[in-house]
């Protein structure tokens, strides 16, 4: 009784195990948790194991099952197996969770479920409780889906620019690589489509983004889902320094190990360096390494290049002695890099949370899309925002080291880049006030959190 007390609700928060994915749920749940509502993080076993639970002060870990208890996704036969295979697995062991929660001093009213596990919605409603999808890609990306799973976009492809609402004209280039590529990873391709399949159960639908970046979409979806604009979900630091509570949550194997790039940082002259990172999940081939290590060296200018581990011997041999002014790291603090004075603009593949991330921080932007939603951020970064140029891909999909060169000097070194430098501020300033008191996210969340008391059973 006196735990049931201590909160307004309790939510359970389910992500999909990925990187780009656990982060803005737990941002989320942090402002949550200001607004005095308990959270659950639930976690697969194999991702609970790494969990870095010292950090984990304001937050409860339980865990469900993936069917792949040692190793996750890396241990499946392929990625349609695994996805299939957490589909059963994973509604069973939620249920039993569900079913121990029901039983403690503070059972859940929501589950805050990852849009990329729409089954969680149903055991959800199977127990009576509130249930509300979150979607950790960009708005644009979402619509897209949807009229591609009403079969309102006919695959493959074969129009000349297609106008959906909300939306500028797109063209089949700008489109997710499932769709202008149709029949490449099948599996995903099912999962990002299928996270509205039975949307319209869901209680709320809430969105990593905020009203003003994505304004004409959001009104057109708004009409049709109950839904909640959240973003952006960096962490309160980097923005509206309103949380107390401002841990950097995160799973062990990706806390980076050490903090020598920001030192490395600390005496290049301000605006001079470039950072390249293509998150925590794909990466370029050998070839396209090659272009973008000579592309680099050319330039001259410093850089900062994370290259996993796993894909260390994509490098040039000797690259790093022909190219004196930049330095490879397996991980980095991507947040404290952004913001360094020294920080002049960021090569990336434009996964969403990378793509949010240099527009709050006001860091233009080189656009090198690689999959999925990364074409259709690159192209909304180039046309739509103006917060960056795109480095365009030969007929071989690769990007030559004469256009990463020629796209660094026009970011450092032109008019256009300071153009572009102009419109990144105003987009920080615009991310920083929707998080920020009365802004638009904030809002949304205080009535989220307002709904959710209200309704709660
Ligand atoms: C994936 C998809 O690629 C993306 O398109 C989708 O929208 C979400 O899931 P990922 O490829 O990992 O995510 O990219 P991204 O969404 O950019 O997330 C990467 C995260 O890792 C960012 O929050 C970034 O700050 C962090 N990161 C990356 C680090 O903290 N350090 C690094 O060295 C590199």
Known sequence: MEERKKYVAHCL????????????????????????????LVTVVSNW???SRKNFTSIEVESISDGYDEGGLAAAESLEVYLETFRRVGAQTLAELLQKLAGSSHPPDCVIYDGFMPWALDVAKNFGLLAAAFFTQSCTTNTI???????????????????????????????PSFLNRYGTYPGYFYVVVNQVSNIDKADWVLANTFYELEQEVVDWLFKIWPLKTIGPTLPSMYL????????NYGIEMYVPKSEACIKWLDDKPKGSVVYVSFGSFAGPNVEQAEELASGLRDSGSYFIWVIRDSEQEQLPKGFLDTAEKGIIVNWCPQLQVLTHEALGCFITHCGWNSTLEALSLGVPVIAMPLWTDQIT??????????????????????????????????????????????????WKNLAKSSVDEGGSSDKNTAEFVDELVHRRA
């Open 13 to 40: 928060v389910l992500p999909y195990p990925a990187q780009g994915h656990i982060n803005p749920m737990l941002e989320f749940s942090k402002r949550l948790i200001q607004r005095g509502v308990k959270v659950t």
């Open 49 to 51: 194991k790494v969990v």
């Open 145 to 175: 889906y949807l009229h591609t799973y009403n079969k309102l976009l006919e695959l493959p492809l074969t129009q000349t620019g297609y106008l959906l609402p909300g939306l500028p004209k797109l063209e089949a280039e700008d489109l």
């Open 240 to 247: 509206d320094k309103r949380l107390q509570d401002d841990k």
């Open 377 to 426: 951020n690159a192209k909304l970064i180039k046309d739509v925002w103006k917060i960056g140029v795109k480095a365009v891909a030969d007929e071989k999909d690769i990007v030559r080291k004469e256009t990463i060169t020629h796209c660094i000097k026009e970011i450092l070194e032109t008019e256009k880049g300071n153009e572009i430098k102009k419109n990144s501020i105003k």
